[in-house]
């Protein structure tokens, strides 16, 4: 028996999996947080252990709801990931008062690729599936050709995109004064993803006065998750817990 609900985000998706596993809290006095996780990839599959389900067993550790997102990969469609984001914290605060949530309180946390879906839903305002809070760890939040992951951008722009796509599908250009608090994490030594992504989205929010944390670890490369040979691992979790205590 599993220790989380599985939970289809739609009825039909063609045979494209779609779904969340809720791992709720027990024995809480008080309503939840709770943080939908979007595991890395590359857009070739999500990763759904290190920064996916062992994440959200972390979570569910200090009284948080971890929900894990097994999203959708572009192939050819560019919303999907973003749609199925927003659909999963539309069905979480709908079902808030059943699975003991806040409502007022709900986040994304996205590593790697995921996180920039998690960006895009940050910064492109829409009531009904507005994030509280929001966690980025060594995400892409750029399309451009000096900071974006360029095996990602070409799965969901293709080879050659257009000025206009690179440019609306850059999220750290489209930071506004709606857009969410966040917690950024990186590595100075990710050759995979530049860091500059994670300076340059916390650089974003402190122009509009949003509350921002920052923390470039001077070692750790790129995919840590929750991987204990990371060498920060432990600070890494301390800090999230105490952001999110905050």
């Not at 070739?44 to 996916?52: K, P, Q």
């Not at 709908?94 to 994304?108: F, L, V």
């Not at 930071?175 to 608090?181: D, G, H």
């Not at 994490?185 to 920052?214: C, Q, R, T």
């Amino acid at each position: 028996m599993s220790d989380y609900i599985k939970v289809p985000l739609y009825e039909d998706v063609e045979g494209r999996v779609a779904e969340m596993y809720v791992y709720l809290c027990d024995n809480v006095l008080h309503s939840s947080k709770a943080v939908i996780i979007l595991g890395g990839g590359g857009f070739n599959h999500v990763n759904l252990e290190h920064e996916g389900h062992q994440f959200a067993k972390w979570l569910n550790s200090i009284g948080v709801v971890g929900i894990v997102l097994n999203y959708r990969l572009p192939n050819g469609e560019k919303e999907v990931t973003e749609i199925d984001l927003r659909e999963a914290v539309k069905t979480v605060r709908a079902r808030s008062g059943e699975w003991n949530i806040d409502k007022s309180n709900i986040g994304a946390a996205g590593f790697s690729i995921g996180g920039h879906a998690v960006s895009l839903v940050a910064t492109r305002e829409e009531s009904d599936s507005k994030l509280d809070f929001t966690m980025y760890f060594y995400a892409v939040v750029s399309m451009s050709d000096d900071l974006t992951h360029m095996p990602s951008r070409e799965k969901l722009l293709g080879n050659n995109p257009n000025q206009e796509d690179v440019e609306y599908y850059s999220s750290v250009d489209h930071i506004s004064r709606f857009t969410p608090k966040a917690l950024i994490m990186a590595s100075n030594d990710d050759k995979v993803v530049s860091p500059l992504n994670s300076v340059f989205y916390y650089e974003g929010l402190k122009k509009y006065g949003i509350s921002a944390s920052l923390h470039i670890f001077s070692s750790g490369g790129h995919g840590w998750g929750m991987k204990p040979d990371f060498p920060y691992h432990s600070q890494m979790l301390d800090l999230v817990k105490a952001w999110l205590n905050e």
